[in-house]
C-alpha cells in the first residue's frame, strides 16, 4: 500500500469520526434543550395548576366537613346576596367577609390557571397519553362546576378577571377584592358567591361533592405526572397541623382562617384564641405537703432557743480516731508501725 493510500485512508476516518461526534454533541445539545424547555412548561403552567387543584380542594372541604356535622358553615354566612358586598371596605374583606371573599378568589385563580393549561395545551409535550387525559379531567372539572351553575363560559371570564395584564400574573386577594367592591366586575364572579352561599347554608351538597371528585382525580394525575407526592394529602395535613394559636386573620383558634370553624383543628385547645382557658397539663405538680422522708435524721434540726429544753435528737461526739505516733519499739529511721529488722 503506497503513501497515497494511506492518506486518503486516513482523512476519511477522521471526517467520520468528526462527522460522528459533531452529531452526538448536537443531539445530547438538543435534548438538553427540550428538557430545559419541558421544565420551564411544567414550572409555568402545570406545578400551578396542581398547587391551586389542592387550594380549592381543600377549601371545599372544609366547607363539606361544616355541613356534614352541624348542617351550615356558619364563617361564610356573611351575606345573603352578593349585591351585598357593594360599598364593602378593606376591614370587610380582611374580616369577617375574609372567609367567603378568599374562597370565591381561590376558585377565581384556579378557572385562570385551567384556562391557561387549555389555550397553551397544543404546545405542551407530556409523557406518554398525559397529553389526552389533561385535557379531558380538567373537562371534567370545568363540567362539575357548571352542575354548581357556573357555566362554562363564566369560568373562562372570571378566570380572566384573576389576572393581571400585562404582568400576566395572578391578582392577590387584596386586588381581587377592589374588583368584587365594583359593581359591573364584581357581576361575574357572582355565580361562584352564589354557589358558596347556598353550601354555606346546607345546599347543593351533590353538587358540592361532583366537584370535589373531579379535583381529586386531577390533583391525582398531576401528582402521578410530576412524579411529586400526594399534594392533598399534604395540604390537609399542613392544615391540621398547624401550631396551635390566634389567627391573625379573624382571631380564632388553630387552622387559619376557618380551620377552628370547621373542625380543621381539634383537641382540647382547638378553641384558644376564642376566650376559652388552654387544657391543663396532664401530669400536674403535687400540692406540698409534710415531709415525706421517715428518717428523722434527715429532717432538718431547729434551732435551740431559751426555753427548748434538751435536744430531741441526741448529738453523739465523734470519735478522733487514735492519734498518729511511732508504734513502741521503733527505733529511729524506721517507719511507724514497722519492727526492727530480725536479720537473715
Known amino acids: 500500500m503506497d503513501a497515497l493510500s494511506v492518506t486518503l485512508i486516513s482523512a476519511v476516518t477522521s471526517g467520520a469520526i468528526s ?25 409555568a403552567y402545570l406545578n400551578p395548576l396542581r398547587w391551586h387543584t389542592a387550594e380549592v380542594h381543600h377549601r371545599l372541604s372544609l366547607y363539606a366537613t361544616s355541613v356534614d356535622r352541624d348542617g351550615c358553615y356558619p364563617p361564610a354566612q356573611v351575606l345573603a346576596d352578593p349585591r351585598e358586598m357593594e360599598g364593602k371596605g378593606a376591614d370587610w374583606f380582611a374580616g369577617k367577609g375574609v372567609v367567603l371573599g378568599s374562597s370565591v378568589w381561590m376558585t377565581a385563580c384556579l378557572f385562570a390557571q385551567m384556562t391557561r393549561t387549555r389555550h397553551d395545551l397544543p404546545f405542551l409535550r407530556l409523557a406518554g397519553n398525559d397529553d389526552t387525559r389533561l385535557p379531558g379531567l380538567l373537562q371534567k372539572v ?34 381581587f377584592c377592589d374588583l368584587l367592591a365594583e359593581p359591573d366586575r364584581r357581576v361575574w364572579a357572582d355565580p361562584v358567591t352564589w354557589f358558596l352561599i347556598a353550601v354555606a347554608h346546607g345546599e347543593r351538597r351533590p ?29 390537609h395535613g399542613a392544615e391540621i397541623h398547624r401550631p396551635r394559636g390566634r389567627s391573625p386573620v379573624t382571631g380564632t383558634g388553630a387552622g387559619g382562617d376557618l380551620g377552628a370553624a370547621a373542625g380543621a383543628g381539634s383537641g ?30 434527715l429532717r432538718p434540726i431547729p434551732a435551740p432557743g431559751p426555753n427548748s429544753g434538751p435536744d430531741p435528737v441526741p448529738r453523739p461526739t ?9 508504734e513502741p519499739g521503733a527505733g529511729p529511721g524506721l517507719d511507724a508501725g514497722q519492727g526492727p529488722d530480725p536479720g537473715p
Not at 454533541?25 to 435534548?31: L, M
Not at 382547638?270 to 428518717?295: F, K, Y
Not at 465523734?318 to 511511732?326: I, L
Request: net charge neutral; hydrophobic share 30%; glycine share 10%.
Open 318 to 326: 465523734p470519735d478522733p480516731g487514735p492519734r498518729p505516733g511511732p
Open 268 to 297: 382540647p385547645d382547638a378553641g384558644v384564641g376564642r376566650g376559652r382557658v388552654p387544657s391543663l397539663s396532664p401530669h400536674p405538680i403535687p400540692a406540698p405537703g409534710p415531709d415525706p422522708s421517715p428518717d428523722p435524721v
Open 207 to 235: 353538587a358540592l361533592q361532583r366537584a370535589l371528585d373531579a379535583l381529586s382525580e386531577l390533583s391525582a394525575f398531576l401528582d402521578d405526572s410530576l412524579a411529586g407526592g400526594a399534594s392533598l394529602r399534604a395540604r
Open 19 to 43: 462527522l460522528t461526534l459533531a452529531w452526538v454533541s448536537g443531539r445530547q445539545q438538543r435534548r438538553g434543550s427540550e428538557r430545559v424547555q419541558r421544565e420551564t412548561r411544567t414550572m
Open 142 to 175: 370545568h363540567a362539575a362546576f357548571a352542575a354548581c351553575e357556573i357555566y362554562y363560559a363564566t369560568q373562562s371570564s372570571i378566570g380572566t378577571d384573576a389576572l393581571l395584564e400585562p404582568e400576566g400574573r395572578l391578582r392577590s386577594y387584596r386586588e
